[in-house]
């Protein structure tokens, strides 16, 4: 057996040679390193990845607003006006009794104004002030925030898990379609090589005499459709693997090819416990849920208008005419408010309750739909199991009898319209073979992924590659 390197050895080699700009092997990408790839870089896992990532910084802020907050300023003031100044001094611890006017007081004249005072002239101050705020208890506004950033937090995470699956799935519908694709080209070299034969055995027939012109003309017109068959093909194929390409980030000057086919496990369990399966499991109902709670919660910060809030503050300051002798200061305190008339504040909750129920509404009718949707892919999975073995039987009767029609033929008892008649019958049950595979490997990709167990250990590579003879496995 040929040493195989782990996948994500062989992945990160990948990746390593894309960056570099060396040359890539031209062994094939198995469906785990599609996956491994397109998980890297698509775009829709990156606005994932950056929601979650916004989503945590909203839980850090909320958080934030739970602890003190500390600020430090300077400031640098010139000024004349009276009581300017006499704070000024007062702050500095510089006030004296000629600031009162002390030098100019008289008994017998009191109405005269004081004119240190009153008229201090220029005078400035340089302040320093530490300040911390303290949050002790705002109507569990703060701790409802929190709780509803978690939630938020959830959904996106959840979010992040849908958008991985609905991704894994986009894969698995491209990987497999190139691999259709790959099987359908064989399909119609196969027709072709028929068709060549039949223009040959014609062209023989002819010269017995056995065949006038217009039949072997018939043959010829076959072999032209065989043809046109094959330029179809290779061009579904180009774009099966452009569509792949895409997903997956692969550089355009580089040949993209693919290893054997995968087939998603047909979950066995009945229906209704798929069903339960999906409403617990489901990435896109569970981001829904905690989009509810984040509703829910945002009544709770609502609400907190109508409640008193409580903080407490504390400061230090420095204040000097100079910068290296500054007097000390500081202050506590505490602060009670209670917002006793508002009447924007039963709007707010107002629209609080109605984003709730809106959320609860979504959610009712997501689970109604997946439901459905559960029941309508668990059926058509099964079916498309049905039609495959029915196909691949249809394939091996009608190879047997175009086998026996052509024999009849290369004796001159069969007609070239019996006989091309048999032949684009193979030829059309061949194709609708290679359909019915692809649609079981799609349907049952989509069930995995309505119950929310779609990722790659639920998708299995087929024993063998299917081949244009019998296209069987």
Same mark, same amino acid.
């Given at each position: 057996m040929p040493f195989r390197p782990h996948k994500k050895i062989r992945s990160i080699s990948i990746v390593l040679l894309m960056a570099t700009g060396a040359s890539l092997p031209a062994a094939a990408l198995d469906f =785990?390193?599609?996956?491994d790839l397109a998980l890297r870089q698509n775009p829709e896992m990156l606005v994932a990845h950056a929601r979650q990532a916004e989503a945590q910084g909203a839980v850090s802020e909320a958080r934030g607003h739970l602890l003190p907050k500390l600020a430090a300023s300077f400031s640098a003031s010139q000024s004349n006006n009276a009581l300017t100044v006499f704070g000024m001094k007062l702050s500095q611890r510089q006030a004296t009794f000629n600031d009162f006017g002390a030098g100019q007081f008289n008994p017998n004249a009191l109405g005269v104004a004081p004119t240190g005072l009153d008229q201090p002239g220029g005078y400035h101050n340089f302040g320093t002030k530490l300040q911390m705020e303290i949050p002790i208890w705002n109507g569990g506004e703060i @701790? /409802? @925030?929190?709780?509803?950033a978690r939630a938020m937090l959830e959904a996106a995470? !959840? &979010?992040n898990t849908m958008a991985r699956q609905k991704l894994v799935y986009a894969v698995l519908k491209a990987y497999d379609g190139v691999v259709a694709a790959d099987t359908s080209i064989e399909v119609a070299d196969k027709a072709r090589q028929a068709a060549a034969s039949y223009v040959k055995t014609s062209r023989s027939l002819l010269a @017995? &005499? #056995?065949?006038?012109k217009s039949d072997l003309l018939s043959a010829e017109v076959y072999l032209e459709k065989a043809e046109l068959a094959i330029e179809s093909a290779r061009n579904a194929r180009a774009n099966a693997l452009d569509n792949l390409a895409t997903l997956i980030g692969w550089p355009e000057e580089k040949t993209l090819t693919v290893d054997g086919p995968v087939r998603p496990i047909l979950p066995a369990a009945p229906l209704s416990s798929l069903q339960s399966d999906a409403m617990a499991q489901n990435a896109g109902i569970v981001a829904l849920r905690h989009q509810v709670k984040a509703a829910q919660e945002g009544i709770g910060i609502a609400r907190a208008a109508y409640l008193p809030h409580i903080n407490a503050m504390a400061n230090q300051e420095w204040n000097g005419r100079t910068l290296g002798? $500054?007097?000390p200061s500081y202050t506590v305190g505490g602060e009670v408010t209670w917002n006793m008339l508002d009447f924007a504040r039963g709007g707010s909750l107002d629209r609080a309750r109605a984003k709730h129920e809106q959320t609860l509404a979504a959610l009712q009718e997501a689970q109604d739909k997946l439901r459905l949707e559960v029941a309508q892919v668990w059926r058509s999975a099964r079916e498309a199991a049905l039609r495959v073995r029915m196909r691949e039987l249809a394939v091996r009767q009608m190879e047997e009898a175009q086998h026996m029609v052509r024999l009849r033929?290369? =004796? /001159?008892?069969?007609? #070239?319209t019996g006989l091309l008649r048999g032949q684009a019958e193979l030829d059309k049950t061949r194709a609708e073979l290679v359909s019915a595979r692809y649609a079981e490997a799609t349907d049952r990709g989509a069930l995995l992924? $309505?119950? &929310?167990?779609? =990722?790659?250990q639920e998708i299995v590579g #087929?024993? !063998?590659?299917?081949? $244009?003879? &019998? #296209? !069987?496995?």
């Open positions: =785990n390193q599609c996956v @701790r /409802g @925030r929190i709780d509803q995470q !959840s &979010g @017995r &005499g #056995v065949l006038i002798n $500054a007097a033929y290369e =004796n /001159g008892i069969e007609t #070239v992924l $309505a119950i &929310g167990k779609l =990722n790659p #087929v024993s !063998s590659v299917p081949t $244009a003879e &019998g #296209v !069987s496995q």
